[in-house]
């Protein structure tokens, strides 16, 4: 068996197989999602998804979905799987052999005598989506209907049956193009096979039922608009190749263009690998800029994710050189919210740590400097530097940090005065800054932003400690500590510069194991506090309450696991060992071959949130890398 398989005994139970995921970006800002039997369960869910410039901007579903039929004998047989209200029709999942990923999707279906392996391919910096169909098994006659649904709408709306539709088709190369609505691009569907038969049947198939988005309280039926089929004849160890796509292309060269996306494809045969092929998912280039998609299928880009996640997603050789490009996108309109700009210098930090100090200070300085003089001088929006030396966040401004959930209205987690990650990060900020400017030779801002390092220092411990207990004040109010055990403290141990000493991060790094630590990463509130939630369900709201109220975050997990081997050495290998390794079970559990956002604080601790989501997958490469770090000093010490 290949590292990422199900066999039928696994597909043909849905409420096992339906919560299995499949994403594939086109490094572009293109990408398609869906479940692995093609059953879409979110309105999110489509084969083409493109951004839309000239529209909202915002990604919208092109091509929604296909569903095949196997005819022979003028028998037809459905393979496709769609839920609508009541019931799944056509109930396609009772003819899959297995599905496996291990280089692209490959569903075999056995119908009789029949065997067909369907393929999946997201070309590379293209906006389109290539199936490649095989008829490997048959003993009379065989043809292949194919129907594609279409949606042409914003992946966060839905798709209703109305009269302003364009039913109109133009032929063109073995295929046809057609645009649903003004303003839209063509889609063109095409296929490698000649003489196939094109028949146009416009029609609406009412009523498509999302079932995650109806546990989530939200609006899940939806309408999709297929203009017709296609109708080839297939033979024994033939393949055929449908391309959808906003290009025309030549259909011969259809055929050439998947068996050369193949051999791009990073092998997904073990865990490492999953996590390289999931890390290049999130990276994109276009219209000049380099960035990363925070997380699939909702989110965009995010200057603080992009910040967290770059130096892991860019932990192997290949993706290494991408930093410079991604850095240099981001820092041209950083955001000023509280630690944005700080987590720049972490990423910094992590992606050129073997590179010369006056050589970053002299690509990086103007940045560096108009961050750091902007926390200073109080340009940042509700944050401003106190006497102590510490940034204290404008109560006015409660949602500003990481923990930006709101209900209402109202910030479910509010956190303002001084918070105890984002001043952990404006001290190495501060430390870091001062060492890039000494390196380039500019001492006054050097010494400057070495001053205002110390004060914060002395004052951070005498803020942030919590008298007769181990951990950390999550905030402090004017003579207000919130005593909350949350992870951020975190932080204080697994940063370059640390405003504590070795002991106090022992004693955080041990409370934070304790009472936060699961398989799955870090709780965002200790199971002992009556606001702990353990369950990440209902509707938005019930959701969004328990999202930093409890919920697991793995993207934390690398900062606990810097933070243990540096206070605890080679002692430290087995522990860290035992939680990246425990990580190679998600990759059959959501999004296939990645890792979500989120899970729940209580056991067995079920994912949630964005399917793939690049800090998550970005930590625990970063563990990975942390641990061979600490195990070649160990060689290198025997």
Not at 451 to 471: L, N, T, Y
Not at 523 to 545: A, C, H, I, M, W
Not at 550 to 572: D, K, S
Not at 584 to 596: F, L, P, R, V, Y
Request: aromatic share 12%.
């Amino acid at each position: 068996m290949g590292y990422i398989e199900f066999d039928k005994t696994q597909l043909i139970n849905l409420e096992y197989s339906l919560n299995k995921e499949m994403i594939r970006s086109n490094r572009a800002g293109s990408f398609s999602c869906t479940t692995i039997l093609g059953c879409h369960t979110r309105k999110y869910h489509g084969l083409l998804i493109s951004p839309q410039p000239k529209l909202d901007g915002g990604h919208h579903i092109l091509l929604s979905k296909v569903d095949e039929t196997i005819i022979q004998r003028d028998a037809e047989f459905n393979i496709g799987v769609n839920k609508f209200p009541g019931s799944f029709f056509p109930k396609g999942h009772k003819y899959v052999r297995d599905f496996s990923a291990d280089l692209i999707p490959i569903v075999t279906y056995r119908v009789g005598g029949v065997v067909l392996t369907k393929e999946t391919m997201f070309v590379t910096e293209e906006e389109r989506v290539l199936i490649r169909y095989t008829l490997v098994e048959a003993h009379s006659p065989t043809k292949l209907r194919i129907r594609p649904f279409l949606a042409f709408r914003n992946i966060h709306q839905l798709s209703k049956k109305n009269i302003d539709l364009n039913t109109k088709y133009q032929q063109v190369p073995n295929g046809i193009k057609v645009k649903m609505y003004k303003g839209y691009p063509n889609l063109f569907i095409q296929l490698s096979r000649k003489h196939s038969e094109y028949v146009h049947v416009p029609d609406w198939y009412n009523d498509f039922e999302y079932i995650e988005e109806k546990l989530r309280g939200y609006e899940y039926l939806e309408d999709l608009y297929t203009p017709g089929f296609f109708e080839v004849p297939i033979k024994k160890g033939e393949s055929i190749v449908f391309s959808a796509s906003t290009k025309q292309t030549a259909p011969a060269n259809l055929s050439r263009l998947f068996n050369a996306e193949l051999k791009k494809r990073t092998p997904r045969n073990s865990f490492e690998n999953c996590l390289s092929n999931s890390a290049e998912q999130f990276f994109f280039r276009k219209d000049g800029k380099t960035g990363i998609v925070a997380g699939y299928p909702w989110y965009g880009m995010s200057g603080r994710y992009t910040f967290i996640s770059l130096p892991g997603l860019a932990a192997c050789k290949t993706l290494r050189g991408l930093c410079r490009e991604v850095i240099g996108s981001m820092t041209i309109n950083m955001s000023e919210a509280a630690d944005i700009p700080l987590w720049f210098f972490w990423a910094l930090q992590n992606c050129f740590s073997g590179e010369s100090r006056s050589r970053l200070w002299e690509q990086f300085g103007p940045v560096v400097t108009r961050i750091l003089d902007g926390y200073i001088q109080g340009d940042c929006t509700g944050v401003r530097l106190a006497e102590n030396g510490l940034v204290h966040i404008d109560p006015a401004f409660p949602d500003i940090t990481w923990m930006n959930a709101r209900v209402g209205g109202q910030p479910v987690t509010p956190r303002y005065g001084f918070v105890v990650e984002i001043n952990a990060l404006w001290y190495n900020a501060l430390c870091y800054g001062a060492a890039l400017a000494h390196a380039g030779g500019e001492k006054e801002p050097s010494a400057r932003w070495q001053r205002i390092a110390e004060q914060a220092k002395e004052a951070f411990p005498a803020v942030f400690s919590i008298p007769g207990k181990p951990h950390l004040a999550d905030f402090v109010y004017g003579d207000e500590q919130d005593q909350s055990m949350r992870p951020n403290q975190v932080l204080v141990a697994s940063l370059p510069y640390s405003p504590l000493p070795e002991l106090l991060r022992k004693q955080v790094i041990d409370a934070v194991r304790r009472e936060l630590l699961t398989p799955r990463g870090l709780r965002t509130l200790s199971p002992g506090d009556p606001r702990y939630q353990g369950k990440y369900s209902g509707n938005v709201e019930q959701r969004d309450k328990a999202f930093h109220q409890g919920t697991v975050w793995p993207w934390l997990l690398g900062h606990f696991a810097e933070g243990y081997l540096r206070l605890h050495g080679h002692q430290g290998i087995d522990l860290v060992r035992s939680l990246y390794d425990g990580f190679q079970d998600t990759m059959k559990e959501n999004a296939i071959g990645s890792i979500s956002e989120i899970f729940e604080g209580n056991p067995p601790h079920r994912a949630d949130g964005a399917s793939s989501f690049a800090p998550s997958v970005a930590e625990i490469r970063r563990i990975h890398c942390l641990l061979q770090v600490y195990e070649k000093k160990i060689i290198r010490n025997l």
